[in-house]
């Protein structure tokens, strides 16, 4: 398969609002050449967005110039790559990114900036998660913040692994780490090796998923699969264990609440560029 990659420059302060338009005109990626939680940044950052191949690129622009209010995309540049190209023009587009106050992601090549903080090498592959989505980025900042030392811990719909990672990094007994794409059970299971976490880190389909009793389910994923799967992470969370769903919009919270709320008491979500986190704690085993 081939893809279409599309990048233009934008003022720092709407990256996020750009990526999200990327991500609303169906890019299966978003990169950022300046993220914006460093320092030092220029005024002006380079945005990058990957797209299948027989996307029209004419409509999508329309649709981006129209979502971000301005009459063209400067810069606009536009590339054609094949399959085994993408990961590295993603790879070059991405710089190290902090999450929290002691997580940092890099690209496979990349040295740290703090060699004593907790470091993740990721190369998403064709999976999600590199920490440039608002939601990963929310994920990552609930692990920073969360004691999960001694915890068992479901990351479902892993993608890259990334928050598997994360949670092994940061303490967890043990993450398992399901999706539905075999080519994100790949390389998320690629991952954690590289990252020195496969001890505590198993990566599977969620078919063969059978841990019975989890501290913790972290689920970045989407609001209709989030809804169904609702008892079944009543069924798998201990009494006081949390759920933490993401992949949401601002306006998808109401739902989710209504959702979980038999078995869970949902906490006030955290918005980011109007997409969510919510928390949620196991009151009982009903």
């Known amino acids: 398969m081939n893809w279409l990659q599309l990048s233009f420059t934008i003022d720092i302060e709407d990256l996020k609002r750009a990526e999200d338009a ?24 380079r945005i990058t967005g990957l797209f299948h191949s027989q996307t029209d690129i004419g409509s999508t622009s329309a649709f981006l110039s129209s979502e971000l209010r301005i009459d063209h995309l400067p810069d606009l540049q536009t590339e ?8 590295r023009a ?5 710089r190290p990114m902090q999450f929290g106050k002691n997580i940092w992601v890099c690209p496979n090549g990349f040295d ?22 608002p939601t990963t980025a929310l994920c990552l900042e ?49 991952n954690a090796r590289k990252n020195y976490v496969e001890s505590c880190v198993t990566v599977l389909p969620p078919e063969t998923l059978s841990i019975t009793k989890a501290d913790v389910i972290i689920a970045n994923i989407l609001l209709k699969p989030l809804i ?32 979980y709320s ?18 949620g704690r196991r009151v009982s085993s009903s």
């Open 22 to 45: 990327l991500s609303s005109a169906g890019a299966l990626a978003v990169t950022l050449m300046s993220p914006g939680h460093t320092e030092g940044l220029p005024p002006e950052g």
């Open 80 to 87: 054609f790559l094949e399959d085994r190209d993408w990961t």
């Open 90 to 94: 993603w790879i070059d587009n991405f």
């Open 112 to 133: 740290f900036p703090n060699p004593s903080a907790v470091n993740i090498s990721i190369d998403p592959g064709q999976a999600f998660g590199t920490g440039t989505h």
């Open 142 to 190: 609930w692990i920073d913040r969360t004691d999960l030392r001694g915890l068992e811990v479901v990351d479902y719909g892993c993608g890259s692994g990334i928050l598997s990672i994360a949670a092994g990094k940061v303490g967890a007994r043990h993450v398992w780490a399901t999706d539905n794409d075999p080519d994100a059970i790949r390389v998320a299971d690629e």
């Open 228 to 259: 169904s799967l609702a008892p079944k992470f009543a069924g798998i969370i201990c009494p006081g264990g949390r759920v933490v769903l993401s992949g949401l919009l601002e306006e998808q919270v109401d739902d989710i609440v209504k959702a």
């Open 262 to 279: 038999t078995w869970f008491d949902m906490s006030t979500p955290i918005i980011r560029n109007n997409w969510a986190l919510v928390e």
